[in-house]
């Protein structure tokens, strides 16, 4: 799967390459973060670091009508420190439709395909969805969002499978010409997996959490169990961006997360680092 990682990241640079030449709407780039409970675990959760690289197109909406289509296509490769597992390889496809029903306000319907590929094989999935947003500018430099988003995740195993609704709301603004800031909040419910203790996989049990049974499996990418439940999440975050130049930007972002169910709480920090360039 490492493989199949790296294979991702110079896919992404062969894109680019002929983003290059055909001249269309195309960015490339690469970050490096981390996330301290990657294993959603309600104990001690296991944290790594990871670099990913991608190539995206995107279609703009040319602000010539009030109704146009936008489009957008990314392939990503990532890769961990420790937690190879995890390394994974994904495609994704967005298209949509933008409607201004007035100066200032936009409306953004867009629905999604995923096809992602884990080196730990019971977590590859095809995910489906969609996501409408509403935005309004406020004042010169800033603006209000709000959004609706749900995913589909059907899994390898049923135990990574998933189904979620996210209600969000984000206030951006645009400090100067280059700097630029976003701070949002989002609350979502639906299901998730959740690590509740590492025991051996020929021991039996859930850990203590017998009545998880039927739902779980012992998970080699995290050496434990694993069940899956369904939860509410909050989660906050800030994205700053800098526009070094007209093709160079830098990138950077906090979240924090917060998931309940009936096996307890687990919380999240996560964060990274990245440079695109756009073509």
Known sequence: MRRAAWSAVLASIL????????????????????????????????????????????????????????????????????????????????????????PGWSVTLAPFLQAKSFRDTAQSAVAF??????????GEKSYLAESYAYTDSRASNDTFSFTEHALGALVGVNW???LATEAGYEFSRGDSFRSVGTVSPSTGGMGGFGGFMDQGMFSSAFGTEVVKERVNR????????????RSIAGVAGYNFSVARGDLGSSNSHSGFVGLGYRF
């Open 129 to 138: 969805g969609g996501k409408a947003q509403v935005k309004q500018r406020v």
């Open 234 to 245: 909050h989660a906050i975050g800030l994205t700053a961006t800098y526009e070094w130049s």
């Open 15 to 102: 894109l680019s390459i002929c983003a290059a030449v055909a001249g269309a709407g195309w960015e490339a780039g690469t970050k490096a973060g981390f996330d301290t409970n990657l294993s959603r675990s309600v104990r001690d959760g296991k944290g790594d670091g990871y670099l990913s690289a991608y190539a995206g197109y995107s279609r703009e909406p040319s602000g010539e009508t009030r109704l146009d289509w936008i489009f957008a296509a990314v392939a990503e490769g990532t890769i961990y420190a420790r937690l190879d597992d995890l390394d994974s390889a994904a495609i994704t496809v967005s298209p949509g439709l933008l409607h201004v029903p007035w």
């Open 176 to 178: 100067t010409p280059r």
